[in-house]
Structures are given as structure tokens and as C-alpha cells.
């Protein structure tokens, strides 16, 4: 792993840049997107993530609400991650990411920024927080793919 | 004046504390500590008297019987009202939604407005609404001041002969203020409608006393007030008990019924308790109450309130910090810290041992008026101290964005 | 096999028993003693973990929330379920509220039938008599046997294509037989209806398996299995609670509502749990399963049964003892003694340190069919032992009229 | 008071003669007469009381229904006391009884057969059963009364 990707203080920047600036951070008109609307049971977070598929690609995603600095950067990164891949590209950044909130394994080529979460396992009570706009996008994909 | 000293030593939670696990709880509108009292009497049941109640079988179940309806004379004590007029319910959550199904969508019909407000707990406005839809009523809300108060001024604007009901809390667990319900009562009968008050926050914090204030229903928890979870209590006017439709069916609250679904119902307050009920958490109740009347409600009332304003003063000069409601009467201080999200904030303090609560607190709609979606919420019990307080400036004066990031990453 | 004598030193109420109180308690149908474990369990949460649940905003809440869930997870585990189809309650007759509510309530309509029998408890067939009343759907009942069982041929002879939904108790609080509820469950399925199962009194006491039995509904209360009162289950299979109706609206079960009355429910199970639960007595559900799971359900079951054909074979050679129930399989004993009322005879029965209930034990339309007003129950669990029946048999050997008046009125 | 009435013996006996032997015991078709239905809240009695008042006179009263030796063997004696009585009469019996119960007070002129009962104030748990035919007069005295 690059020295870049291993030091804590760059993981707080990317967060803070991220929480303080979010990416993609507006909602579309657009009937044509996915919307998901994600409220979280045990914390106060509540987004909505938007998502445009054409013909297999993520031409467009975007999000909007209020949430704690976790879940407004990690989604934030995500949105970066996965506009113009396919839906199979985000499915295996979604579960490399995942690989890496449960300890077991760490992609950084697929995961880049989204490294800077690779100890929130630890903190069980964030677990939530790190993964609410991914299980919005899982679940906007899981309803596009039984609409085909 | 009250020992908060000698009243730690009551708490096995306290105990801990003071034993030095670093420990701060300010989450006591969320539940409140368990006196050793109350614990002895829910094991009591446990050990020397666990059989069912309602029945004179045998001594035991006729002794425990009788305890359990003397936790009934006690809250009528309490609440200064009379015993036939104390429901036990599992919860202020379950009072509520009684009162909105045996009432509310009883009694009220299309065209009758509901006044309340947009600083009520979800428990309270929820199964309004839900009445409001099936009986065609509609909601109103009491216009609150910028900090979120209910004034009598406003009550008066918003009242009119349309409203049949009127439903508040008489401290929100939000902002804290405490609400005139005495004069709010006096109004509402002027019009001839009834009021329901949430007593959730009031009730274990200042003197409740339902005949002065002339209210016609409150409901409240245990839990917030000392005792036990899973009961509750719904205080109604007898005459209005008496119209009012079961929310539950079963056994107890029936004296006898055929095959033909002839139900006879018996008189409330058992009309309304259908079930084995919650037996060890209404005996905990009693020894809840006395602990508390012990202690003295305005002795309370007073001591909270000062705590309170000893928290307020020394936020006051954190640059970083914004108080919604330094004026509330109650010990609720609710906070954020400038560009730093509550539950990063409320994070952020548990890391220092802290327990607070981030959140909307169950009043969603309040948004709107506070114009903030989110806060951190700290309140205080009596047996909570300056130096528990000290611990909360203290941490909110060095916090950083950057620490509430390390918190969740390192 | 299971060693009653060791079992004993886990229940309070056994050990002072044993220790000489002379006491004997055979009221298990109506709530149970307690282990050991189970009152740790409560304790602790107000000794160690007295917070609020379902936060995240500080390390006690958030262990508090899990320990809680996890509870959730044994039940699944002890039913064969699945963890969201596990809704907490207050108790059984809450759960059979909130599917007569959520369900029946809802998707019944004129024309329809409830199928039932007449030997359900109160808080089984209310709710069910009030949902038919709303929806104009009628209620029928099952023929029972002489001994007012319940056979599978009579339930085909009742079914038709009319049926809805069938509701009965797998075993019955006053009779004990075990009814056949998996083959049941199929011929209902067979008509197209769904099958609510009154667990109330065969969780505690028989192994129950809700995915190979297949019914759709399941109530019981934990303080008639070793738990605390306060705390009840429904089970339900999840595509049928996802389009039920809540019962309780309030703090928990609600995502998130605006001004307008725009409520977004959680998901199942949550949507059904509106409000503060009862936490202790949730934690102490689980430290009651996992014991049962420990002493074994098929142990249980079989011992029960084995002290029940005790009791059979000494009772049935008193000739001033009318037994009601000898073929039941399950450890309750219903009986009266020859030209003494029921609670006299239960009232000599506690002269003698004996705990058992007279009455129509809430089944009151049973009346009909086993053609007694009034009758004795003793019903044992797995920490009785054959002495305490033999006690038993001896009272109601010497028992006479006279005594009975003379103990009232000495 | 005469040794009759201070023999436990005796007292058992009046209870088994009116336990097995209930007299009015039988209901009215008659819609002139007041009607109570009592059913006990900690025991399983349920008693039907029927009472005809002419002029301030209790002219019939009789009562059926299941009850255990001490509820019906009370109301039996309560009727054969209160019939042909006035309302007055019949109050004045009422409370003396009471007052026996309470073990304060044994009135036998009024209480008459009663006094079977001047024990039962001690059983806590009988105290219901004791007074369950007594509580329908009284419901039904004041019903008449209030009607007046
Ligand atoms: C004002 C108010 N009302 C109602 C409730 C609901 O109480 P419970 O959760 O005990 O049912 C609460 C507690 O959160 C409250 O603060
Ligand atoms: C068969 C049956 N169903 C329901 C109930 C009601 O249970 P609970 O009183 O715990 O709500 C009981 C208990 O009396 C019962 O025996």
C-alpha cells in the first residue's frame, strides 16, 4: 500500500475535505433516476442517494440530506467511486468495501480514497454511519437488475 | 436542601461512578437511574412472591394482588387523584396510543380540530394523527415562540370552537420548557373541549397534581422517573374512563362474555387492563414514588432547575457552542457545536465518558421551528452534580472536528 | 433425564421451599418461578446497563441495544424463525391484540369466517369477537370432543372455503390437550387461510418449531416460561408482517413524519414497537430461553408429562375427585371435588400450603361444552416434583365441605 | 348473646343449610323488579340478586347464579333478613353487617343468622364472597332511591 494511503492523518484529511465538501451533494428532478432514501434506526442520519443507469453504466449518482461526518463523507466517496462504472464495477467496489468495514481485506485499487474507513470496523457503533449510502446504492442496483 | 452526596450512594450506577469508572450519565429524559429500592422490590417479587395477581386462590397471589393495587393508592397519591382513575399501561408510549384509540377516534368527528404542537414526542402526535385521519378531525399547532416555548398568549390565538382537543406535553423533551398547564386547562374548558397532557417529562421532574390543574388525562412512564421499564400509567377523569372503548381485550378485563360475543366489561381502571400485566415493574413503581416523594418533588424541581442554569452560565462562554433553550425551567440543555455535526459531537463525548443523546429526539416536526435538524441533548437528574456538569464544559471546550474524525477511523 | 432435585436450586422460590415452607406451588399455567439467572439478568441491566436502547451515541446505549437484539436472535433461534419475524410485546394478550388489530382488523371482510374453538383464553377470542364485529366477519367454532378436545376430524367437518383465518390455542390453559397443530396448519393451508397459533401455554412447555409446523402466528408471554412479566412475542412470517397494520404508533417504530401527517413506518419488526420497551424484561427472556434450552424442551415436555399420569393415577382412585382432563397430554389437572365450589376447594388446598387456581380460567364460554361452571386446576412444571403431587392427592382425600366453611369463618 | 349464636359449630352449620339448601333462590320474569348482576373481580362468583320494592317495602327478593359457600350461603340469609322489610330496615341490617365484618361491631338482633359470618372479617380473602349479595341490595336501594 502506498505510504499516502497508510497514515492516519491523511485518512482524517480525506474525511474532512469529504464532510466538508461533499461530492455529487444535490438531488435530480429527473424521474428517470433511482432514489433511496436511507434513514438510519440508530443514529440520526437521513439521506437520499439518486442514482441515473444507462444501459449497464452509472452515468450519474448524487445524494443530499443530513448526516454525521462517517456517513456524509463515506457516501460522498462513494459517488466519486462508482459515476461511470458499470453496475458490476460498483458491485465489487460495494463489497470491497465491505470486505474492509469487516477487517478482512483491504483493495485500495478498487477502494482509493474510501481506505481512509478501513478501521471504522472497529468502532461498531459507526459501522452504520460508514455504510448507509452503499447498502442505498445496493439496493437501487438489486432494483434495477429485477427490473431487467 | 437536597444531599446529592448521600443520594448517590442510593444508586448502584452512582456507585460505580463515584467508585471512579469516569463515567458521566446526562441522558436521564431517555430513562433514569434504578435506586436500590426499586431494584429490592422488582427482586422481591422474584424471590418471595412470584405468582400471578388478580386472584384470591391462594395467600400469595392474594397478597401480591393487594400490592400490586396499593402501587394504584400510590400514584393516586402521587398524581392526587383517585385510585379507580390510575391505568397501568407498559408505558407513557402505550397511555398515549390508548387515550388516541379509546377516546380520540371515539369521540371526535370530521370537522373537529385537535390543537397541539410541533414540539411533540412521536408517542404523543402520532396516534393523534392517525385519529385525525380516521374521524376526519384535523391537527392544529400552537404557533411556539423562536426558542420553541408554548406561551398562554399563543394558546389563546390558536384556541377556537372547533377544537375539541387539546394534547401537549407539559415539559417537551426537546426544549424543556415547562408549559402553564393550569391556565392551558382553564382555557380549554372555557371551550369545552378536554385536554391530554404528555407527562412523560413532567412528571418525574415537578409536582403533578391533577385536580389543582383540572386536566382530564396524563400519561406517563416509570423508567423516567426511577422505576422500572415496561409500565406506565394513564391518568383519566373517571366519567371519561367510563365512556371510553378499550384499546386491549382480554383476560381481566372482562367479567364474563358468551359464545354469542356478549362482552360485559368491568369498570375502569381494569376495564383498560387486559393481560397478566407487568406485575415485578408496578410493585418497582411504588418503591419508585416513595423514593422520590423521600426526596421531595419541589426539593426536585429546584435543585434540577439550578443544576441547569450552573450548566448554562459556563456554556455560555464556550465561543463553539450554541444553547436552543437557556431559558427552559427544566434540566434539558440542548446544544450544538458550531460545524460539527450532534451525533459527532455526542461521539465525541462519550469518548470522554459523557452519555448524552444526538438526535431530533422523536419530535421531528420541531425542525421547523428550532430551524435546526439535529441537537445534542443533555439532562439532568437530581443526583447529578456540579462537577458532572464541569465535565461537560470542560470536554466541549477542547473539542475539535478533527478528534470526532480520529474517534471513528483510528 | 432430567434432576429435579438440582433444577430446584436454581428457583428462589424452590430453595425455600425445600428449606421448609411447606409451600407447594401447581399454579404453572398461570405464571412461573423464576431461575436465578433470569433475575441476574434484570438486575444487571439496573445494576450495570441502565440506559435507553436503540442509540448509538455512547458505548453503554449501544450495548445495551445489542444485548437487547440479541435477545431477538435467541428467540429466533428457540422458534425457528427468522430474527425480524420476532416482535416484541407486552405479553401474550398484546400479541394477540396487535395481530387481531393489524391483521384480522384489516384484511377480514364480510362474509368471511374466523374458525375457533371454545376453549380459548379470553385475550385469544376477544380481540378476535371485536375484529369480526368491525369487519361483519363471523366467528365459528370447532366441535369439541366430550373431553373438549380438539381432533383433527372435527376440524376438517368445520372447515370451508369461507375461513379466513383459524385461531386456536396449541394447548389450552384449561383442558392441557396438545392439539395437532402442524396438520392443522396444513388443511388451513389447504382452504387458502393463514393459522394463528395462542402459544401462550405450549412455548413453556413444548418444543416448538414454527418453520416445520409452518403457521403464520405465534403469541406467548415469557412469564409463563421463566421470565419476567412485562415481555411477550409475536412471531410472524415476515411477507405477513410487512402488510400489517401497527397497533402502537410512537418513538421507535417511526422513521421519520412531518407536519402534514407523513408517517414512514420502520420496517417489520420495529414498526411494531412504538415506544421505550421493556428492556430488563427483554434480557431476562433471553436468560429464561437459554435455561429451558439447557434442561431441554423434549426433557421438559416428557417430565411434565410423566408427573401429570402421576397425579392421573392417584387422583382417579378418589372417588369424591371429578377429573376433567385424564387423557391431556400436558402437566394441567382439572378437577372438583364432589359438592364443594371450586375455590372453596382451592381455599382448603392453601390451608394445606398448596398454590392452585379455581376458576374458569378465563376460557369462560368453555362452560358449554364440559358442562361445569367452575373447576380446579393444578398445573405442574418441570421443578415439581412427585412429592408435591402426593401432597396434593392427600388434601383432597381428607377434604370435606365442613372444613372448607370452617376455614373461612374461624 | 346467647350461647346459639357464639357456637362455631352451629355457625357451620347455618352456612352448610343455606349453602345447600339456598332459599329464594330462583330469578323473577317480572320487569318491576331490580336487578343487579354481580361478578366478583378476584373470585369466580357471578350472582344475579332480584329485589321488588312496593311503597318503601321489599316485598320479594330472590337471586341465582354460581358462588362458593360463602357468597351464596351470605346472600341466602341476606334475603330470608331483608324480606317484607322497609328500605330503611333493610340499610340499617346492611351496615350492621358491614360492621361485623369489619370486625368492629356484632348487631345479632339484626344480623340474626348472620353472625354465621362474624369470623370471616379475618380472611381478607373472603371479605368479597362475605358481602357480594349485600353490595346488590345496596347497588339496588340506591337506584330506587335516586329514581324517587
Ligand atoms: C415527552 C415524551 N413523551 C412520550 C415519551 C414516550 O415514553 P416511552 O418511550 O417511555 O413510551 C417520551 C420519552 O421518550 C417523552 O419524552
Ligand atoms: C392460552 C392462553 N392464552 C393467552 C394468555 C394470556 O397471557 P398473558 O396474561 O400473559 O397476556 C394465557 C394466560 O393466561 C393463556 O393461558
Redesign the pocket.
Known amino acids: 500500500m502506498s505510504d499516502y494511503l497508510k497514515d492516519p492523518q491523511i485518512h482524517r484529511e480525506i474525511i474532512m475535505d469529504h464532510y466538508q465538501h461533499p461530492r455529487n451533494h444535490h438531488l435530480s428532478d429527473d424521474k428517470t433516476y433511482h432514489k433511496a432514501h436511507m434513514a438510519s434506526e440508530s443514529c440520526i442520519d437521513d439521506l437520499t442517494v439518486m442514482m441515473k443507469i444507462d444501459k449497464g453504466l452509472i452515468s450519474d449518482v448524487c445524494f443530499d440530506g443530513v448526516g454525521c461526518t462517517i456517513s456524509t463523507a463515506s457516501t460522498s466517496i462513494l459517488t466519486d467511486l462508482i459515476k461511470g462504472k458499470t453496475l458490476e464495477e460498483a458491485k465489487s467496489i460495494i463489497n470491497s468495501y465491505y470486505a474492509m468495514i469487516d477487517l478482512k481485506e483491504l483493495n485500495e485499487d478498487l477502494l482509493q480514497e474510501a481506505v481512509a474507513f478501513q478501521n471504522v470496523g472497529k468502532q461498531a457503533n459507526r459501522i452504520k454511519c460508514a455504510t448507509i449510502g452503499f447498502k442505498a446504492i445496493e439496493q437501487m442496483i438489486k432494483e434495477e437488475e429485477t427490473h431487467d | 436542601m437536597l444531599n446529592v452526596k448521600e443520594i448517590r450512594k442510593d444508586f448502584p450506577m452512582c456507585v460505580k461512578q463515584d467508585a471512579g469508572n469516569g463515567k458521566v450519565y446526562l441522558d436521564n429524559a431517555a430513562t433514569t437511574f434504578k435506586p436500590y429500592s426499586v431494584i429490592e422490590a422488582v427482586t422481591r417479587y422474584y424471590t418471595d412472591e412470584s405468582v400471578?395477581i388478580h386472584r384470591g386462590d391462594y395467600d400469595l397471589s392474594y397478597q401480591v394482588s393487594d400490592e400490586y393495587e396499593q402501587t394504584r393508592k400510590t400514584v393516586a397519591r402521587f398524581l392526587n387523584c383517585e385510585e379507580r382513575e390510575v391505568i397501568f399501561t407498559s408505558g407513557a408510549s402505550a397511555s398515549l396510543n390508548l387515550f388516541a384509540y379509546g377516546w380520540a377516534q371515539k369521540f371526535l368527528k370530521k370537522g373537529d380540530v385537535i390543537l397541539s404542537s410541533e414540539a411533540e414526542h412521536a408517542s404523543n402526535i402520532l396516534p393523534l394523527m392517525k385519529a385525525a385521519e380516521l374521524t376526519g378531525a384535523t391537527i392544529e399547532y400552537i404557533p411556539l415562540t423562536e426558542e420553541g416555548e408554548l406561551t398562554i398568549e399563543a394558546f389563546k390565538g390558536a384556541m377556537h370552537d372547533k377544537v375539541k382537543l387539546v394534547s401537549i406535553a407539559h415539559i417537551s423533551n426537546v426544549l424543556g420548557f415547562v408549559h402553564p398547564i393550569k391556565e392551558l386547562t382553564k382555557i380549554t374548558h372555557e371551550y369545552g373541549a378536554i385536554i391530554s397532557v404528555d407527562g412523560a417529562q413532567s412528571v418525574p421532574h415537578i409536582k403533578t397534581d391533577v385536580k389543582d390543574w383540572d386536566i382530564d388525562f396524563l400519561s406517563f412512564s416509570a423508567h423516567k422517573m426511577l422505576g422500572p421499564t415496561g409500565v406506565g400509567v394513564l391518568f383519566g377523569k373517571y366519567a371519561l374512563l367510563d365512556q371510553m372503548d378499550a384499546f386491549m381485550l382480554?383476560?381481566?378485563n372482562n367479567a364474563r362474555f358468551d359464545i354469542c360475543g356478549n362482552i360485559q366489561l368491568k369498570n375502569p381502571p381494569f376495564k383498560f387492563e387486559?393481560?397478566?400485566p407487568a406485575i415485578e415493574a408496578v410493585l418497582g413503581l411504588k418503591a419508585a414514588i416513595l423514593y422520590l416523594e423521600k426526596v421531595g418533588m419541589d426539593e426536585i424541581e429546584a435543585y434540577e432547575h439550578e443544576l441547569k442554569t450552573y450548566a448554562v452560565s459556563q456554556l455560555k462562554d464556550l465561543k463553539n457552542v450554541i444553547l436552543y433553550n437557556p431559558h427552559a425551567g427544566t434540566g434539558i440543555i440542548t446544544f450544538n457545536v458550531e460545524g460539527i455535526f450532534a451525533q459527532d459531537t455526542a461521539i465525541y463525548l462519550n469518548s470522554k465518558g459523557l452519555m448524552v443523546r444526538a438526535g431530533n429526539h422523536c419530535a421531528k416536526i420541531l425542525v421547523e421551528v428550532i430551524k435546526t435538524s439535529e441537537t445534542v441533548r443533555a439532562s439532568v437528574s437530581f443526583y447529578n452534580t456540579k462537577e458532572e456538569v464541569d465535565r461537560l464544559v470542560d470536554a466541549l471546550r477542547t473539542i475539535t472536528l478533527e478528534q470526532c474524525i480520529d474517534l471513528s477511523i483510528m
Chains 1, 4 share one sequence.
Open positions: 400471578n382480554g383476560g381481566g387486559a393481560g397478566t
